[in-house]
């Protein structure tokens, strides 16, 4: 088994922090994104890394799902299993830690509440961000039916911040959102 790179430090903010490995950017924050992979980097768990990565911040992951797609469309898609997702997820939180968890494509049902029950029987107490990701800008389904259920039930009562999309937030709230008071509306029944 290699040897872990001995980190050397630097200062940010007043702090000395690790310049190498999982635990360098501590000080700017450490960000677990529970999501499909998007073999095109254009979306996904790879576009969530460059952005976290470019703000200053580390990533980690948990794969939910892997889609054959680029930007034509998406042509398959493999669930990654609830427990295995779980796993990830109870590997990354019992080491490196996070100080926010975004969730990004979660499929279906069954890796929802994989996803939930991780984070309450990790004792993960910081912010939940949902992208509840439903459809692919191809217009490709990302989110099974069964699946809003379960994301309205058990993920939403947990979650700091939500960001849909309109026809996600639609999908979410059940009436047509249009107009600015349409968000407004949908934002509280969301």
Same mark, same amino acid.
């Given at each position: 088994m290699p040897s872990k790179p001995k980190a050397s430090l630097s200062t940010v903010a007043g702090r000395a922090t690790p310049k190498a490995g999982p635990r360098a950017n501590k000080a700017l924050g450490r960000v677990l994104v529970v999501a499909g992979s998007d073999p095109s980097g254009g979306a996904g768990v790879q576009a969530d890394i460059k952005t976290i990565t470019a703000l200053g911040g580390y990533a980690a992951t948990a794969i939910t799902a892997l889609t054959v797609q680029n930007t034509l469309g998406v042509t398959d898609i493999k669930a990654v299993a609830g427990a295995f997702v779980a796993a990830q997820m109870d590997a990354v939180l019992s080491d490196i830690g996070a100080d926010a968890l975004k969730t990004g494509m979660l499929f279906n049902a069954a890796?929802?509440?994989? =996803? =939930?029950?991780? /984070?309450?029987?990790?004792?993960? %107490? &910081?912010?939940?961000? #949902?992208?509840? #990701?439903? =459809? %692919?800008?191809?217009?490709? #389904?990302?989110?099974?039916?069964?699946? /809003?259920?379960? @994301?309205? !039930?058990? +993920? @939403?009562? /947990?979650?700091?911040? @939500?960001?849909?999309?309109?026809? *996600?937030? *639609?999908? +979410?709230? &059940?009436?047509?959102?249009?107009?600015?008071?349409?968000? +407004?509306? %949908? &934002? !509280? %029944? /969301?």
């Open positions: 890796i929802i509440r994989a =996803v =939930v029950k991780t /984070i309450k029987r990790a004792g993960y %107490a &910081g912010p939940v961000i #949902v992208d509840p #990701v439903m =459809v %692919a800008t191809s217009g490709d #389904v990302l989110l099974k039916k069964d699946a /809003i259920t379960a @994301l309205k !039930k058990d +993920l @939403l009562p /947990i979650t700091s911040l @939500l960001t849909p999309n309109i026809p *996600e937030a *639609e999908a +979410l709230c &059940g009436f047509p959102v249009k107009t600015g008071a349409d968000i +407004l509306k %949908a &934002g !509280k %029944a /969301i």
